[in-house]
């Protein structure tokens, strides 16, 4: 995973970005999001395998 440095700037009492960086943040809360999905879906495969009924966490995985 690939996480973008950004460069938050202070306007005044508020931290600012750019229209660039913004994206940059939103691209890395995404990438974030999506590889947490992948672990949650790891964690499940190995509950699942180990005899657990479902997932605890709502991933779908056939035995």
Do not use: H
Not at 37 to 61: K, T
């Amino acid at each position: 995973m690939a996480i973008k440095t950004v460069q938050f700037k202070r306007c005044g009492k508020m931290a600012c970005l750019s229209p660039r960086e913004a994206q940059a943040e939103v691209n890395n809360k995404v990438e974030i999001y999506n590889w947490m999905r992948g672990m949650n879906a790891l964690v499940c495969y190995y509950e699942v395998r180990d005899g657990a009924e479902r997932c605890v966490s709502g991933a779908s995985v056939s035995k």
